[in-house]
């Protein structure tokens, strides 16, 4: 096991049921396990960091589970007791990309407010998601076009169609240029993907920075008066507190084998 792979498997997790999403200010907290500390992975959750970590670097097809045993420094028959299979390996990482993401992304589609303050709102939600996550994501969204995962298709269209009526929405109402409300939104999604490859179990105060500069630059560049970004985030920072989807009972949360689910598609970011 290299040092790099064995050092993040020994990082401390953020305890999932202790994250609370708070919009209350843009200088605080976003999405914040903060009173809760750290605790120590499972076994479970080492299998899906070492997973992500080893299909980054060599691919899902060139990883194989005795690799992933050995990288967590287990046998091979206990991975099976957590995953019956690699298939339900990535499957739980899938979840884990697309659920929470979709929940806050449906939501900020229909929340009150204009819709570029909810699409700001929503990029700094899951941007930091990304960059706090004990996972390594990156591989996911290249498994979309594999047969065995076509099944999360259906969930990542939705994301995008989230996505993209707040972008048509800000677009009527002025907000924002004319633009193709498609490309805007792929192109929002390549650059959160590209900044955020690799960056995953960063600090709080990182995740912060990062996704408030990351959701200003998006939003920036679609709005017809830039200087109106300001008011958006202030906006955005008093706008109330988004229940954490897991914490409302809105996400199911993998915890034990395969779900019923047919995960299959991820998010290019």
Request: proline share 6%; net charge negative.
């Amino acid at each position: 096991m290299s040092a790099d792979l064995s050092q993040t498997l020994k990082q401390p997790l953020f305890s999932a049921g202790r994250k609370v999403v708070a919009y209350q200010s843009l200088e605080r907290d976003l999405m914040v396990d903060e009173p809760a500390g750290f605790e120590e992975p499972t076994t479970r959750q080492r299998i899906l960091t070492a997973a992500s970590t080893l299909f980054a670097q060599k691919g899902y097809h060139g990883t194989s589970t005795r690799e992933i045993a050995s990288a967590v420094g287990i046998q091979q028959p206990s991975l099976f007791h957590h995953f019956e299979s690699k298939e339900a390996i990535m499957a739980e990482l899938i979840d884990f990309d697309l659920d929470e993401p979709l929940a806050v992304a449906e939501r900020e589609a229909t929340a009150k407010g204009s819709p570029a303050m909810r699409l700001y709102r929503y990029l700094a939600w899951d941007v930091e998601y990304l960059c706090r996550s004990a996972y390594n994501l990156s591989p996911v969204h290249l498994m979309l076009s594999d047969p065995v995962f076509v099944g999360a298709i259906e969930r990542y269209g939705r994301l995008v169609e989230a996505r993209e009526s707040m972008i048509r929405e800000a677009i009527a109402g002025g907000e924002f240029i004319d633009v193709d409300p498609s490309f805007a939104q792929q192109a929002i999604i390549w650059m959160i993907g590209g900044t955020t490859a690799g960056a995953e179990q960063q600090t709080p105060e990182q995740a912060r920075e990062t996704a408030n500069r990351l959701a200003s630059f998006a939003i920036r560049a679609l709005l017809r008066d830039p200087d109106e970004l300001e008011h958006i985030r202030e906006a955005a920072g008093l706008a109330g507190a988004i229940p954490h989807p897991a914490e409302a009972g809105e996400v199911r949360r993998s915890t034990g084998g395969p779900s019923g689910n047919t995960p299959a598609e991820v998010r290019g970011g």
